[in-house]
């Protein structure tokens, strides 16, 4: 594994001063990002919710274009009917799997 970060400099600083780190700590740094990048993609596995959740956020910013979205993202996660939405767009997103499924199914068994 290569010691040294390829593109992936460190957010807010001017310049990456590349003998800050020991190669050693270097490795190490590098592991321990890989690792949380797993963990990270596990853990939206276990929640595609959050996808769905964060998906709907960013269209609905989109179909609206607020002028304060700090105002519009709060509006938009304390919105008592929030957890009934994502519900609803989670078992849409079911069906429409399920849809093609069977159209697939179908265009199998005409064969």
């Known amino acids: 594994m290569d010691a040294k970060p390829v593109d992936d400099p460190p957010h807010s600083s ?3 001063d590349e003998g ?3 190669p050693e700590q270097q490795i190490k740094i590098n592991e321990l990002k890989i690792k949380k990048r797993i963990e990270n993609e ?3 596995q276990q929640h ?3 996808n769905i959740l964060m998906r709907d956020f960013i269209r609905q910013a989109c179909l609206q274009k607020p002028s304060d979205i700090r105002q519009f993202a709060a ?3 304390t919105h008592p009917m929030l957890e009934k939405r994502i519900e609803n767009l989670i078992n849409e997103q079911i069906e429409s799997v399920n849809s093609d499924i ?3 199914g179908e265009k199998i068994f005409q064969r």
Do not use: D, N
Request: hydrophobic residues 45%.
């Open 14 to 16: 001017e310049k990456h």
């Open 20 to 22: 800050a780190l020991l």
């Open 42 to 44: 596990r853990y939206l």
């Open 48 to 50: 595609p919710e959050l």
């Open 75 to 77: 509006g938009y996660f």
């Open 102 to 104: 069977k159209v697939i």
